[in-house]
Each structure stands twice: as structure tokens, then as C-alpha cells.
């Protein structure tokens, strides 16, 4: 039988034809690849140079204003206020911004983008919310978008084009976090956690927040007290409150789920139980640190673990402390006038008396001082600071201390409630202290005077008695860490 050969010949071409096809996919491909890879890279380049941008900016802001929203906002002013995106000016150079604005730019410049060229990068900025960030509230934003043309090369052989843009938008804001109250009470079911008596005014600018849940006086006012929140503030007890003998709470109370401890999160400057050392905060403030001798595991600058207190009971015109560790604690008295230079003093058992035993007469001060009370349950005692001592002392503004002037140790959880461990704040008006005490398992005697003029104070203690007038107010620094706090963070 004849062989038949296949007739090819209607075939021809269609090598060509295939190859051209897969040539166009494989450079679609690739250009997926090369391209898209490329632009999504240089859209991340225009990210990170946007957030700096716009954090950038708003930190310059902070920096230079402390009134949100700010006193003076213009396009010529420090912080600048311009609601439509506007392009940097191309001749700026590192160190020469006067205004916000200017910062953003040359944060954008660092990170390799300018208004120049295949590039742009525009900031708006203003008061009130960004409109780039639903929801958020701010009291001042700032904008910034950066583009880029990206060069195309095997997608612009199908996209017809020989470029595309790529873009990135960042808001940054400055966010104010709504004021706390100035006194918190922790006891969870203790009678009479807050007590007034015999005829004591208490007053509170910024409210009081008991979370005693007893059935019969969480908070007890008797014998003429009055305790008030002014200013339209609240005072918030989880239990029953109780008034007799011309005692009066002002508004009533009102019946409120537990507070949370507002300084939970804070960092404990001082862990005598951590085997090998411990670690503490005398690099806070202004003192840059400690010269410590090693006593086993722990380490004393004046003193030795379980021993004495640092004492001074001779007579001197002047003392001058500085910030250590203090094992076996502090007692002063017979002394003219004691400074605190700033830092922290760690009090290893012992605790502090100033005044008890012989008086101060020339007053006691101390800027930017906190005094950590720690020990075991053996060793642990309260503060105490005695009438005519005449303190004026002030909190750190910085570091995991800012704004606690007395901190007991929160590990100490099981101490009793006695008088050795409760602290005593005594002196009415001449009581000066600009910070908060924090005495989470402890409880404190407590009066300060009437006087709203004094400086800011706050609290949060196990339990508190008013042994006279008192009054708690923030001030514009939050300087008792209860305050209002502005800080800069990114919206967008």
C-alpha cells in the first residue's frame, strides 16, 4: 500500500504567529514584574518619606507651641495654617526651618524627594480635625503627599506609555487625651476609703473616683466636712456613701463601675528582689546617675540593706541631698533647710521623715525630685512629712517617673494597713508638692491647705484620710501625670 505525506503547506507561518504571541504575554510578564516591582518600591519610598513628612512637621509644631489650638496660626507664623496643599520650595537647606511647614519639607528632602523635577511633594496643614482622617479628632494636622513619575519599560510597550505615577499620602496630628481625675481611691471594699472629718473642706478641680464597693460609706464625710469636685466634675464611688453631723458631698456622688489604676503601666525604678542587681532610675532628672558600692545582690549608695536610716539629727544650717539609693531610708530633722538636687531617691526600707525628730525650720525643696518607697513587708514604711516642715518639691517631667513625686512599690501588695506603713502628709498650706503620690497598697493622711493658688496635686492611694483642708487641681503641664496629655502621632 502507497505511503500518503501530510499536505504541510496551508501550515506555514504559524511559528511566527506563536512566537509573537508568547513574546507579547512574556513581556507583559515580565513588565508585571520589573515595572510593577519597581513602582511599588518607589511608592513605598514615597511613604516613608511622607510620614516623616507629616510627623516631622507636627513635632516642629510641638516644639514650638504649647496652646492647641494654636495662639497664633497664619501662613507666616511658626505653625503654620494653610488648608490647601501647597508645594515645598525647592531651596531649603538642612538647619534654616522657621515654621513647621518648612520642617516638613526638608523631612521629605532627607528621605529623597523635592518639589523639583519627575517629583512633588505638597503640605497642607490646620487647626481642627484632618479632613484626610475621619473620625480622629486633632487639635492641629499636617498633610503631606509625595509623588514620583516612574519610568516604564517592557509595560509600555502595552500600556502605550512611557510613564506612571506613584503617590503617598501621610497625616500626622497632634492628639490630646481627655483629663483624668485628680484623686483615686483603690481599697476595692473598705469602709470609709475616703474619710473627712471634723469640719475638713476638700475640693477637687478635675473630680474623685472611689472604687470601694461597701454597702454602707465607701466614701465617709462627717462633723461639718465638706467634700466638693468643682468645675462641673463628678465624684464616682462604686459603693455607698455616707454623710452625717453636717457633713456635705457636692454633686452626689454617682454610682460608677471600678476605675482603672491610672499608672499600672509605669516602669518600677527599683527591683531589690532580682537576683544579680536590680535596676533603677537615678539616671532620671537631672542628676545623669548614681556611684553605687555592691552590698551582695543589692546595691546601696548611703546606708547598708537592712540598716539604718541616712540620718541627720545634728544641728546644720543647710543640707543638700542628691539622688541614690537609700537603704534603711531618710530622717531628717534639727536641720535649718534641706534642697533635694533633682533626680530619684530610692528609699530601701525605712521609708522618709522630715521634720520628725527636730523640725525644719528653713523649708524643704526640690525641683524635678521623686522619691520611690520601697523595701520588703519587714522593712517597709510610709512617708512622713511633719507640720512646719514647709515643703516645696516638684515631680520629674520626663522619664518613667514624670509626674510621680511619691511612688510606693506596687509589688508590695500584701503590706498591712498600720501605722507604720500608712505615709503622713502633714503642714495645711505650707504643703507645696507639684505632683502626684502614688501609694497603690498603702493608705496616707493627707492635707494640704484650701488654697487653689498652691501648685498641682494628685493621688492615687489604697485608702485616704483627711486630716485638714485639701484641694487637687491639674495644671497646664501635667505635672501630676493625671492631667490632659498632647502628644504627636500619625492619623493617616
Known amino acids: 500500500m502507497p505511503i500518503r505525506v501530510p499536505n504541510r503547506t496551508h501550515r506555514h507561518g504559524q511559528a511566527a504567529l506563536f512566537m509573537t504571541m508568547t513574546l507579547t504575554v512574556s513581556f507583559g510578564l515580565i513588565g508585571l514584574v520589573v515595572d510593577l516591582g ?57 538647619g534654616t526651618a522657621s515654621t513647621d511647614f518648612q520642617a516638613a519639607c526638608l523631612y521629605a528632602q532627607q528621605n529623597g524627594f523635592k518639589a523639583t523635577g519627575k ?66 481611691v483603690r481599697d476595692p471594699s473598705g469602709a470609709a476609703a475616703l474619710n473627712a472629718s471634723n469640719g475638713v473642706t476638700i475640693q477637687s478641680e478635675c473630680g474623685f473616683w472611689i472604687n470601694s464597693s461597701n454597702s454602707t460609706d465607701a466614701v465617709s464625710v462627717t462633723g461639718g466636712s465638706a467634700l466638693t469636685a468643682l468645675n462641673s466634675t463628678s465624684i464616682d464611688v462604686v459603693g455607698v456613701s455616707s454623710t452625717s453631723n453636717g457633713g456635705t458631698i457636692t454633686p452626689a456622688p454617682t454610682r460608677s463601675a471600678a476605675a ?135 515631680a520629674n517631667t520626663s522619664g518613667s517617673m514624670a509626674g510621680l513625686l511619691f511612688y510606693q512599690d506596687p509589688s508590695l501588695t500584701t503590706l498591712p494597713i498600720n501605722s507604720t506603713t500608712t505615709s503622713n502628709f502633714a503642714g495645711g498650706s505650707t504643703l507645696i508638692l507639684a505632683g502626684s503620690l502614688y501609694f497603690p497598697t498603702t493608705a496616707i493622711n493627707f492635707s494640704n491647705g484650701t488654697n487653689s493658688s498652691t501648685s498641682s496635686v494628685g493621688m492615687v492611694v489604697y485608702d485616704v484620710t483627711f486630716t485638714g483642708g485639701a484641694y487637687f487641681k491639674h495644671d497646664g503641664t501635667n505635672i501630676t501625670g493625671l492631667g490632659a496629655t498632647t502628644s504627636a502621632g500619625m492619623v493617616q
Open 38 to 94: 519597581w513602582a511599588y518600591w518607589r511608592q513605598e519610598a514615597c511613604l516613608e518619606a511622607a510620614q516623616s513628612a507629616a510627623m516631622g512637621g507636627v513635632m516642629f509644631a510641638m516644639h514650638n507651641n504649647t496652646t492647641w489650638p494654636p495662639a497664633t496660626c497664619t501662613t507666616g507664623s511658626t505653625v503654620v495654617c494653610q488648608s490647601t496643599a501647597t508645594a515645598c520650595p525647592t531651596n531649603l537647606t538642612l
Open 260 to 394: 482603672a489604676d491610672p499608672f499600672a503601666s509605669r516602669n518600677v525604678p527599683y527591683q531589690p528582689a532580682v537576683t544579680g542587681g536590680h535596676t533603677y532610675a537615678c539616671s532620671y532628672g537631672a542628676s545623669g546617675g548614681c556611684t553605687h558600692t555592691s552590698t551582695g545582690n543589692l546595691i546601696c549608695d548611703h546606708g547598708t540593706v537592712g540598716g539604718a536610716a541616712f540620718t541627720q539629727s545634728t544641728y546644720v544650717a543647710s543640707l543638700t541631698m542628691n539622688p541614690g539609693v537609700y537603704c534603711g531610708g531618710i530622717s531628717l530633722g534639727n536641720v535649718g533647710s534641706v534642697t533635694f538636687n533633682p533626680g530619684v531617691y530610692i528609699l530601701n526600707g525605712g521609708g522618709m521623715n522630715l521634720g520628725g525628730s527636730g523640725g525644719i525650720s528653713g523649708g524643704v525643696t526640690g525641683t524635678n525630685v521623686g522619691f520611690f518607697d520601697t523595701g520588703t513587708i519587714a522593712s517597709y514604711v510610709g512617708i512622713t512629712i511633719a507640720n512646719g516642715v514647709n515643703p516645696t518639691l516638684s
Open 119 to 184: 517629583q512633588n511633594v505638597t503640605i497642607a496643614a490646620n487647626t481642627g480635625n484632618a479632613p484626610t482622617a475621619s473620625g480622629v479628632t486633632t487639635g492641629y494636622y499636617v498633610t503631606a503627599r509625595v509623588t514620583e513619575q516612574v519610568p516604564l519599560t517592557f509595560l509600555a510597550v502595552i500600556a502605550g506609555r512611557t510613564n506612571t505615577t506613584v503617590a503617598a499620602v501621610s497625616t500626622a496630628g497632634v492628639i490630646t487625651t481627655a483629663a483624668g481625675d485628680c484623686v483615686y
